[in-house]
């Protein structure tokens, strides 16, 4: 029987990032075990162009069994576990190459604009599992509009088509150095949440 496979994605750099924390995160796990899981960590371009096509690429590479995605924010001082996405793209910063999305732009044309697609990952129960380990950790229902929201929204349609309704979750970090009640090595509460 083979190993269970979590895939972790990051971020590249972007506008005002010029180093992704969550770029380390998903080298840094990429190759590991956790647990009975095998980790495979992929980091995506700041891209709206291809951000659709970078997220199915990592699946079907990887074949995950569960899928965590990361993405920084800078006025968050927690681990903010996101539960839904919605096909609107509205950006007030370019992406990686400069390109801008305004005026409430979907993400996917052959959907409704404003569809909200949610995780069925039990956010509560990881809060809790988080914060046990001395991470502050939060519920949100933001994931906002820019690619973190577009990585989300194409990440949990393609786990909910019926050849992999795969648990997909989305956690925005704080930007590295902010308070949590302690250091804040990301590695370290990666294999928490992990786990």
């Not at 930007?175 to 590695?187: E, H, Q, T």
């Amino acid at each position: 029987m083979s190993a269970k496979r979590i895939l972790v994605t990051g971020f590249g750099p972007f506008p005002g990032v010029p180093h992704n924390p969550t770029t380390d995160i998903a080298k840094s796990l990429d190759g590991t075990c956790v647990g009975e899981y095998q980790v495979a960590g992929r980091v995506l371009d700041v891209c709206f162009e291809t951000i659709q096509n970078q997220v199915h690429v990592a699946i079907d590479d990887c074949h995950p069994d569960v899928m965590i995605l990361l993405g920084v924010h800078g006025k968050s001082d927690r681990i903010a576990l996101e539960g839904r996405a919605l096909n609107l793209a509205d950006s007030k910063r370019p992406d990686s190459r400069g390109v801008f999305k305004s005026d409430g732009q979907r993400l996917c044309e052959d959907l409704p604009f404003n569809t909200e697609l949610s995780s069925t990952v039990d956010r509560k129960s990881l809060v809790k599992v988080l914060e046990t380990a001395g991470f502050p950790a939060v519920c949100s229902e933001d994931a906002g509009r820019y690619l973190c929201n577009a990585a989300f929204f194409h990440a949990l349609r393609r786990c909910s088509a019926s050849e992999f309704a795969v648990p997909c979750v989305f956690a925005h970090l704080p930007v590295i150095g902010k308070p949590l009640g302690g250091a804040f090595d990301s590695r370290e509460w990666s294999h928490v949440l992990l786990q």
